[in-house]
T-cell receptor, first 115, second 115 residues
Framework: AQSVAQPEDQVNVAEGNPLTVKCTYS??????LFWYVQYPNRGLQFLLK??????LVKGSYGFEAEFNKSQTSFHLKKPSALVSDSALYFC?????????????FGTGTRLKVLA | GAVVSQHPSWVICKSGTSVKIECRSL??????MFWYRQFPKQSLMLMAT?????????EQGVEKDKFLINHASLTLSTLTVTSAHPEDSSFYIC???????????FGPGTRLTVL
């Protein structure tokens, strides 16, 4: 079965330090991978996606993610965290061979950046 | 980027009443759209997928007679929660699939509270 795992419910990081939010997936073939951010009582905002090509993907607000096929991971990273990055982050995957456009979301990771 | 609006952003209603939530894509046309619900501190749960002009496809466990979806046009979809009960209280989020690039764009969400 297709699934997405975000093993950490919460990640705390000091402002200015690098941050990593982990995501692993279980999808056959070559999945499409996404990261979204959600602020309180708001919808999801797109950060970045991997479809094909370079394994390192750069996205909005200085975030990037690295696709690692052998480890089936797509971890979100940022070199220097800001307090304003504190939010809920979701990893999502779509199987392009499924015949649908459904996304499967991870359970989310709450990022807390401490001043 | 593409903009999706939802109305209302929050609603409080009495048990037994029906509530309609509108979702509009403002600057693109979408043949497919999705409705999700999100419980506090949980991930998004896909409720249904709908294609313009056809009936919605509901996920397992979602009552189609309770959650009525009308995908009226390429830019408008509505979700009606019929005979709402307190357990229907949740955050409802819509998304549209842009038919140009197949990306999903999410609305800001509607918080429904049923008393």
């Amino acid at each position: 079965a297709q699934s997405v795992a975000q093993p950490e419910d919460q990640v705390n990081v000091a402002e200015g330090n690098p941050l990593t939010v982990k995501c692993t997936y279980s999808v056959s073939g070559n999945p499409y991978l996404f990261w979204y951010v959600q602020y309180p009582n708001r919808g999801l905002q797109f950060l970045l996606k991997y479809i094909t090509g370079d394994n390192l993907v750069k996205g909005s607000y200085g975030f990037e993610a690295e696709f690692n096929k052998s480890q089936t991971s797509f971890h979100l990273k940022k070199p220097s965290a800001l307090v304003s990055d504190s939010a809920l982050y979701f990893c999502a995957v779509r199987d392009p061979n499924s015949g649908t456009y459904k996304y499967i979301f991870g359970t989310g990771t709450r990022l807390k950046v401490l001043a | 980027g593409a903009v999706v609006s939802q109305h209302p952003s929050w609603v409080i209603c009495k048990s037994g009443t029906s509530v309609k939530i509108e979702c509009r894509s403002l600057d693109f046309q979408a043949t497919t759209m999705f409705w999700y619900r999100q419980f506090p501190k949980q991930s998004l749960m896909l409720m249904a997928t709908s294609n313009e002009g056809s009936k919605a496809t509901y996920e397992q466990g979602v009552e189609k007679d309770k959650f009525l979806i009308n995908h009226a046009s390429l830019t408008l979809s509505t979700l009606t929660v019929t005979s709402a009960h307190p357990e229907d209280s949740s955050f409802y989020i819509c998304s549209f699939r842009d038919r140009q690039n197949n990306e999903q764009f999410f609305g800001p969400g509607t918080r429904l509270t049923v008393l």
